[in-house]
Nanobody, 123 residues
Framework: QVQLVESGGGLVQPGGSLRLSCAAS????????MGWYRQVPGKQRELVAE???????NYADSVKGRFTISTDTAKNTVYLRMDSLKPEDTAVYYC?????????????????WGQGTQVTVSS
């Protein structure tokens, strides 16, 4: 089992900043992709940002220039720095990590989600 633990959400005023963290634990052989998604009630979960093991990153148009994804491979942790926050960024944010499990003699793929953390941008 690969488990993800998120932290860092909360209430912030418009224009403010927050940093989310997501740490993976378990028998991980390799991580391929680490990403952040968000969801508001009544809407589908959407990709916010993702980073691959090859070093490439991808952002939703709505957050480009304001959010930055980074990773610490030694700690199996992904971060999301959110600056210039807007009320429309209010959502539950989920991390997602895809990779290969270490089962000793074989390495099956896994895809795990964090528990979600609430981000509220309001004055």
């Amino acid at each position: 089992q690969v488990q993800l633990v998120e932290s860092g959400g909360g209430l912030v005023q418009p224009g403010g900043s927050l940093r989310l963290s997501c740490a993976a634990s378990g028998s991980i052989f390799r991580i391929n992709t680490m990403g952040w998604y968000r969801q508001v009630p009544g809407k589908q979960r959407e990709l916010v940002a993702e980073a691959t093991s090859g070093g490439s990153t991808n952002y939703a148009d709505s957050v480009k220039g304001r959010f930055t994804i980074s990773t610490d491979t030694a700690k199996n942790t992904v971060y999301l720095r959110m600056d210039s926050l807007k009320p429309e960024d209010t959502a539950v944010y989920y991390c997602k990590i895809d990779g290969l499990w270490n089962r000793g003699i074989y390495y099956p793929p896994f895809s795990s989600w964090g528990q979600g953390t609430q981000v509220t941008v309001s004055s």
